[in-house]
């Protein structure tokens, strides 16, 4: 036998160049994606909201020389934003800092843990604020093949084809998707642009036999992406949320999930906020808590002299508002 031993001539130590800390990618959160930020100044106001009927009335009439034109005039309305502030803090002690190895950085690390935090719930309260049941306009509920009776719902999306065919209450999402345009459309004037859908239903779609057969003609071999579908479906974009939250208590073993459910969401959205300007949906970002900027976490770093230690703290301020629920278009467990 071998004197000395492998085990003999080395003594484990830390590695410096890698660790393992599960940081979710920010692209994976849609909470700032879907929807127009709106940085405002104070955590709550209003705003005007002009009378949607009053604009769509056929109302100009001939006129006769020497008459008075015809004439009318428009409604006008206030809403009001509130912006809650969310917190969150990680404690850093002074015996721990001395005592870390490199490559520990309690500083950073505390920095990021707090606004990975803060992100997902964000990203969390987006979900119950606009992609739940009975929020928009028009809900349609998902059901198992065949039982599709009513004009709230729908076969769900899961229910494939047999023998080709799509028939006997079988899914159509093309179809669905269309319906959903033209309802948007006739009753606002406005095309929806953008679809959000959850992972698991991003899932179904790319195998749906309908959709396969559409693009195998024309991007064969390709990769069913998110702009692939958006071409497939005729809108500007399609969204996929694909966050992930655990439930379980600390110490507990984790319970993972996704933080949106089996749903789909399909809305007009304005490029841009502004004065006159229709959206589903407006996120008023509080720009209080977060330096002036408005769409960040806004941290800082004080001292807790009585724990011997440094906090850092995160804070973020929003509020999701439903704008013009008539601008959207909902699908409930449609897998």
């Known amino acids: ?33 879907v929807f127009p930020v709106v940085p405002v100044d104070k955590k709550s106001n209003i705003y005007f909201k002009y009378t949607k009927d009053d604009w769509f009335r ?48 309690p500083d950073m690390e505390a ?13 969390v309260q987006w979900a119950s604020d606009y992609f739940t049941n009975n929020i928009w306009g028009t809900t349609i509920t998902g059901v198992t093949a065949g039982g599709a009776t009513a004009a709230t719902n729908a076969t769900k999306w899961s229910d494939y084809a047999v023998s080709g065919t799509y028939n006997n209450g079988y899914s159509n999402p093309i179809a669905d998707i269309e319906l959903g345009k033209t309802t948007v459309l006739q009753n606002t004037g406005f095309e929806p642009n953008t679809l959000v859908l959850s992972y698991s239903v991003f899932q179904k779609l790319k195998a749906h036999p309908l959709l396969v057969d559409r693009y195998k003609y024309t991007q064969a071999g390709a990769i069913v992406t998110e702009d692939l579908l958006a071409a497939l479906f005729g809108i500007d974009r399609v969204l996929v949320a694909k966050a992930v939250k655990n439930t379980a208590n600390e110490g507990a073993t984790g319970t993972y999930s996704y933080t949106v459910g089996d749903n789909a969401l399909l809305c007009y959205v304005a490029p841009n906020p502004g004065l006159m300007t229709p959206s589903a949906g407006y996120t008023f970002m509080w720009t209080g808590v977060s330096g002036g900027l408005g769409t960040t976490v806004g941290v800082s770093r004080f001292r807790m002299e009585e724990l011997k230690a440094d906090r850092v703290e995160g804070e973020i301020a929003f509020d999701n508002k439903v704008v013009a629920s008539d601008l959207g278009y909902f699908w409930y467990n449609i897998i």
């Open 58 to 105: 056929d109302e100009a009439q001939r006129r006769a020389d020497g008459t008075p034109s015809a004439g009318s005039g428009y409604g006008l309305t206030t809403d009001n934003y509130l912006a809650d502030v969310y917190a969150f803090h990680k404690d850093i002690g002074d015996q721990t800092r001395a005592n870390a190895d490199n490559p520990l950085n």
């Open 1 to 33: 036998m071998p004197q000395p031993s492998v085990n003999n001539v080395h003594i484990d130590a830390i590695l410096t160049n890698i660790s393992v800390a599960y940081l979710q990618n920010t692209n994976n959160f849609i909470a700032d994606k």
């Open 111 to 123: 920095t990021q843990f707090v606004t990975q935090r803060l992100l997902l719930r964000r990203e």
